[in-house]
C-alpha cells in the first residue's frame, strides 16, 4: 500500500507510510467507501467532448451552464488549472484544457493535446477572445506561441499577466518574473 500510495503526485514515503497507517485504523466500512469512491471515479469521469475538463457527463458543468460568457475561452493546459482559476470566481467564460503541453524533449508534439478542436471551436463560434492561461516555463512558453500563431486570424488571443506574489520580495525574484511583471503593469486606479 505504501509503494503504491507513494506514486500519487506530492507523496513521499513518510507521507505514504502515514497515509497507509491512517487507512488501516480506520473502520473497515470507511476504507471500503475510499475503495468504492476511488472505483467509481475511475470508470466514470472522463473528458468533456468540448473543452477536454474532468466530467462525470459528456459535456461539464462549465460548458452547459447558460450564464456562462460563451464568447471567452480560456486556455490551459490541465484540469488542474480550471480547478485553480474556478476557485477565484473571478472568471465567468469557458475554458479548453490542452492535456499538457508541446514538449519535444518529452516527445509530446502538438498532435498529442487538444489544439485541433480548439482551433475548430474558434474559427466556428463567435468567440472574441481567447485567454491563455498557461504557467512561463519553456514548454508552457513554446505552447503559448503555437496555439496563439493558430487562433489569432480568428480573434484576439491574449495571455494572464504574470509577476511577484503578494508578499514576495523583489530582490529574490528571477529574472523572467520581474521581466513579465514589469510587462504586465497597468495604470493604478
Known sequence: MIEQLQ?????????AQRLALHILKRPE??????ALALMEAKTQVGFCSVCFHLSADPVCEICRAPNRESSTICVVADSKDVIALEKTREYRGKYHVLGGLISPMDGIGPDQLHIQPLVRR???QNIEEVIIAISPSVEGETTTLYVGQLLKPFTRVTRIAFGLPMGGDLEYADEVTLARALEGRRELD
Not at 466500512?29 to 475510499?34: C, M, S, Y
Open 7 to 15: 506514486r500519487l503526485p506530492g507523496v513521499g514515503p513518510k507521507t
Open 29 to 34: 466500512e470507511e476504507v471500503k467507501a475510499l
Open 122 to 124: 474558434v474559427s466556428q
